[in-house]
């Protein structure tokens, strides 16, 4: 039991780090209808955009097998943690985006997100993949967990290229992100200290 404690306090860990890299990234800033009032961060920002920050959450386990009964398979579980842990809007990361796990009941905000474009995820899931994520910018590709591909424990990532699954519901990988949502996460981690550490003034704010 101890042993399990330590390991779930270690998570805890971590998704914060992750989650504190946000502002590195992302200039945390939507259309006000966009931002939940439980999402805004203090003043407005311009006439018709508001600062957003994430919010942490305690979100029964039992929203995640819910959702998981439209998927080909189950999360990743520190994906699951992070998701029942945590709401935001959709963020942008540099390598890849987020899609929004928006305050809702059980997990319904992160589900529509998932099933928002109907020439998607069928296909998606008719090959076992589950959309968590999209390329950065303006890139439509989808960033996925692979059902079928593991890396031990973890669920390998990939980003597909949307043009082949919407004009031939054709998979066609255009990059393997890592080997897992816990390499990613360090991964964003660890670019975000480089960041700081080639910009001092950051590490004083």
């Known amino acids: 039991m101890a042993r399990k404690n330590s390991s779930q306090a270690g998570n805890a ?14 200039e945390m800033i939507a259309r006000r209808q ?8 203090g003043s407005a920002y311009l006439e018709r955009y508001d600062r957003w920050q994430p ?15 439209v998927l080909p398979g189950p999360l990743p579980a ?18 890849y985006r987020l899609l929004a796990n928006l305050p809702s009941e059980g997990l319904d905000g992160l589900r529509q997100a998932m099933f928002r474009d109907p020439h998607l995820f069928p296909t998606l ?8 994520g999209m390329g950065p910018d303006m890139n439509y590709d ?3 967990f692979h059902t079928g591909l593991r890396h031990g424990k973890d669920l390998e990532i990939y980003r597909l290229d949307h043009e082949e699954i919407l004009c031939h519901e054709r998979i ?34």
């Open 13 to 26: 860990e971590l998704l914060r780090q992750f989650v504190a890299t946000f502002g590195t990234y992302d």
């Open 34 to 41: 966009d931002v939940p009032a439980e999402l805004r961060a």
């Open 55 to 69: 919010m942490p959450s305690t979100t029964a386990p039992s929203a995640a097998r819910e959702l998981e009964r």
């Open 78 to 95: 520190l994906y699951r943690e992070f998701v029942l842990s945590y709401r935001y809007l959709e963020v942008d990361l540099a390598r």
């Open 125 to 132: 899931l008719r090959h076992g993949y589950i959309q968590f």
């Open 142 to 144: 989808p960033v996925c």
């Open 172 to 205: 066609v990988v255009r990059e393997r992100l890592a080997g897992g949502f816990r390499e990613l996460i360090e991964e964003t981690i660890e670019r975000h200290r480089q960041h700081v550490l080639s910009h001092p003034r950051l590490s004083q704010q």
